[in-house]
């Protein structure tokens, strides 16, 4: 079964349209367990009132994102799991492309989708990622995975704002099985509603990037006794490498020649107001290489 893990806060506008696109998956056994983290819209209503029998409506009341995966997860009966947004769309027809490669039940193993963005805003609409026609995106939307995998990844400690990193963490540096369906498997929405803002101010946009990736150190204390040296020493330097960024120490950033050049120069156009205003500038550009 394929369990499909959706936390949703005030997107009764979208989440309609999230769960007719889930609809379309055919030959296949599915569930989507919604949770809605407090929602003081009209989400739950819109929920109820579709009345799916695959899906299943969790009330949380409250607690944040990473924890309403959480709650998902452990509601979830499935051996292979996707993670979707209320406001996102799903491609039907990737599906069974995305998990083919992870039916194994006894090592962990993940797959990665492309995206494609869409937006009343021409800046982010349109945008197809990566733009590596092999590839798929190494994001958590992206990613499909199998139950060893969740194992591994679950819980996602609750104060993170959102589960991205830690995912990506667990696909990266513990012992996982990785393959790319560069198939389009997600219709991202890109609208003022997301939980990480754009077109806002940097500092905000420097917060709102620290306090995701402040889960790099949290993962290394907590498995770096599971790791071998050379790994530890990764998890160490890309936290200093979001450190150096956060603080805006783009000089330094440049004479560290553990991180392969593309992450450097990704740290660096996020390190001050000035870069950072290229990199929106030319936003499709950098985006998704």
Known sequence: MLSILMPAKNEALHIEAALRSIEKISDLVFEVIVVDDGSDDETCNVVENLAFSFVTLIKSGGVGKAQAFNLAYENASGDVFILLAADDLLIAESIHERIKPIKAVDKPQISYCKLKSFSADSKYNAMTLPKNPSLGLES??????????????????????????????????????ATHAPTVGILYRIHENNSY?????????????????????????????????QKQRALLIAFLLQLLRYLGFSKIICFIPEAPLKERVKLLLNSSARLYAIRERFYSFFSGR
């Not at 420097?206 to 599971?226: D, G, H, L, P």
């Open 197 to 229: 803002k754009r077109g806002v101010s940097y500092s905000q946009i420097n917060e709102q990037m620290w306090v995701r990736q402040r889960a790099i150190f949290y993962f290394y204390e907590n498995y770096k006794s599971k790791l071998p040296p």
């Open 140 to 177: 958590g939307g992206c990613m499909a995975f199998n139950r060893s995998f969740a194992q591994l990844a679950f819980p996602i400690p609750s104060f993170l704002p959102n589960e991205d990193v830690w995912m990506m963490l667990h696909a990266r540096y513990s012992s996982v099985e």
